[in-house]
């Protein structure tokens, strides 16, 4: 039925393949959640296609559909997915971007969104979730199966090795983004399938995951904390805190670090603010950053 870059799996009923970068795609019945980069789409069994966020590595490959099935996305990435171009400006600040300055991972086909999803009820048996933090408009999906509540997460969280490989992960919002983990551990959930990594299937393993993604972003403060130095004479711009971020994560000589580290050390050094971690003052125009406060959420 499929041909795909690597074997599927079935978790709960539903059968998930992984497409470029790893990104997973998952199928329940006439449903397609997430059809990313370089995927054959079973297209003659889809209805409708359901989209968590407008990265290119979830959604570009619903373009392949388009006038074939119906296109579901959350109201706020609609613009990121119909027009890719809008994330690179706002991720970089504006202006005319390069592309060799943009992760791969946002670059890939436009897609035209036919509905807007909003939390609730989007088709029979198929529940959206609002969970922002990765992006603002984040949404994942509850799938009602004959086995099952499958949570079908996007980016909202990864499995455990993508966690070990990777410390320091892409998101727009850190406050919401464990609000919206917290909010998801307060579900009934059976299973779930996480953007990127392998699925999980019963209650401790669902348990599991969802602690583990709140250590790692709780992890990703303390590494920002670090950076910064205790009094406000020796206060850094934001892109020192980025370059010394590039260096001790060894990425310094790889031009699309930017385009990730950009809005995901931004997003971590306004939580600390918020929380009380971190201080910012502007000299001569520049906002500089400090910690204030060393302490745990």
Known sequence: MFKLERKCVKVAGVVVCSCKFNANMSLYKGYLFDPGIQCSIPSKDVKVVFLTHGHMDHCS????????????????????????????????????????????????????????????????????????????????????????RVLIAGDLLFSSDYLERYPLLYHMDTVALLDSLEKIGRADIDAIVPGHGMPVEGSRAVNNIIKENIHAVNN???????????????????????????????????????????????????????LGRAALVVVNGVPRWYAEKRSCR
């Open 61 to 148: 490959g619903a373009a392949l559909l388009s006038g074939r099935a119906r296109i579901y996305a959350p109201r706020h990435c609609v613009a990121f997915i119909e027009r890719p171009q809008v994330l690179h400006t706002i991720t970089m600040g504006g202006g005319a971007v390069p592309e060799n300055l943009i992760t791969p991972y946002f670059i890939g086909s436009s897609v035209f969104v036919d509905e807007l999803v909003v939390e609730g009820c989007v088709a029979d048996g198929v529940y959206a979730i609002a969970t922002p933090g990765h992006t603002p408009g984040h949404h994942s999906y509850i799938v009602e199966t004959e086995y099952g």
């Open 220 to 274: 990703m403060l303390r590494f920002v904390e670090d950076i910064l130095p205790n009094t406000q004479e020796e206060a850094l711009s934001f892109d020192e805190v980025i370059a010394e971020a590039a260096k001790r994560l060894d990425l310094s000589e790889n031009p699309r670090t930017y385009s990730v580290l950009s809005p995901t050390i931004r997003a971590l050094l306004f939580a600390l603010l918020r």
